[in-house]
């Protein structure tokens, strides 16, 4: 009777509850008994992902002592960091015996906006960053305000299309719904041979579009642009105002 009783599934489940507890109390007192052991308190902290924040400014921000233990809870540490402006994740993991290794997302500059300190850095979000353009080299495009449509245009670009983001050096709105974009001009070789020759750009180029342009219309300059300059047409300003057409003004 008793065989047949323990048998059962309903005393089979209680039997492993029991086990996962068991585990578990032994797990805890293990972990509790870690903290208290000096082999396991944190040395070394290892921070990668940063590239504008420094390591230093990212350890000074989690306040680890020579008391804090690797087990002991890690969440803190992260908030700590989440808080920070320039920082947009970060997962802390351990690494045994006595190392933090953090990684950190960081909100990425993509504009350098006017104001009455000089020229700050903002994220495609609209976001002020803490990062001195004095210390740090920011080849970014100039926007005129911290306009959130503006930043998000940029971001975008940025993302989608790097080498047209390079060539950026300002956006800026022409009238409620039109926005003006000036870029540098297209690379040309320049010399006798054009595999040792240097690179050279072509003058500036102004596009001009609706505030909505989307990086997709965008590109649609790229085969004009390339047409005009195998006809060694030099080209002023493209307007993308009007419907599926891009309009060329040459020089």
Do not use: C
């Amino acid at each position: 009777m008793t065989e047949s009783r323990l048998s059962r599934p309903g005393w089979r489940f209680l039997g492993v509850l029991l086990l996962l507890a068991l585990l578990m109390a032994a797990a805890w007192g293990t972990r509790a008994g870690a903290r208290r052991m000096a082999f396991f308190r944190v040395r070394a902290v290892e921070v990668k992902g940063a590239t504008y924040l420094s390591p230093d400014e990212i350890v000074a921000r989690l306040q680890v002592d020579t008391l804090v233990s690797l087990w002991d809870d890690i969440e803190p540490l992260r908030r700590r960091l989440q808080g920070h402006p320039q920082i947009s994740s970060v997962e802390i993991a351990r690494k045994m015996p006595g190392t933090l290794v953090v990684s950190v997302e960081e909100n990425l500059p993509v504009a350098l906006v006017a104001s009455p300190k000089g020229l700050v850095p903002y994220d495609s979000l609209g976001k002020q960053l803490p990062i001195d353009p004095t210390r740090r080299a920011l080849d970014l495009p100039v926007v005129a305000t911290g306009d959130p449509v503006l930043l998000k245009l940029v971001g975008a670009i940025r993302s989608l299309e790097p080498e047209l983001f390079a060539r950026i050096e300002e956006v800026r709105r022409t009238g409620r719904q039109e926005i003006q974009l000036t870029l540098a001009g297209l690379t040309t070789e320049s010399g006798a041979a054009a595999d040792t020759a240097a690179p050279a750009r072509t003058g500036t180029l102004r596009v001009r579009a609706h505030a909505g342009l989307s990086v997709t219309r965008l590109a649609d300059i790229f085969p004009v642009e390339s047409d005009l300059a195998r006809r060694k047409l030099r080209v002023e300003e493209l307007d993308l105002r009007y419907r599926d057409q891009v309009i060329a003004r040459l020089q």
